[in-house]
């Protein structure tokens, strides 16, 4: 089992910037990748970004590219995505996710084994 737990959501302005942090706890040692995503009212969960657990490798949505960047801090089991010149199409609720083995399919949601329960992320214009 895997808990992630999400935080560092709010209302910020068009331009403004956000970290958003995950903390995970239980077996983390076995994870693969961990996720991040976002659900915007009506529409479905989109993928932005990941990264491998034991290694550097990271993933970006080309929505967010050079905008955010995911990073993890192994002492604490924290990954966090720090977001920059944020629109208002950033807000949607932002989920951290785990997979514990190997896949290719990374950016679908449907892969993953352990969510968060999401932080709100509302930029206004």
């Known amino acids: 089992q895997v808990q992630l737990g999400e935080s560092g959501g709010g209302l910020v302005q068009t331009g403004g910037s956000l970290r958003l942090s995950c903390a995970a706890s239980?077996?983390?040692?076995?994870?693969?990748?961990m996720g991040w995503f976002r659900q915007a009212p009506g529409k479905e969960r989109e993928f932005v970004a990941a990264?491998?657990?034991?290694?550097?490798?990271?993933y970006y949505a080309d929505s967010v590219k050079g905008r955010f960047t995911i990073s993890r801090d192994n002492a604490l089991n924290t990954v966090y995505l720090s977001m920059k010149s944020l629109m208002p199409e950033d807000t949607a609720v932002y989920y951290c996710?785990?997979?514990?083995?190997?896949?290719?399919?990374?950016?679908?949601?449907?892969?993953?084994?352990?969510w968060g329960q999401g932080t709100q992320v509302t930029v206004s214009s």
């Open positions: 239980g077996r983390t040692f076995s994870s693969y990748i």
């Open positions: 990264m491998r657990w034991s290694a550097d490798l990271t």
């Open positions: 996710a785990n997979r514990l083995s190997p896949t290719f399919y990374f950016r679908d949601y449907s892969r993953y084994d352990y």
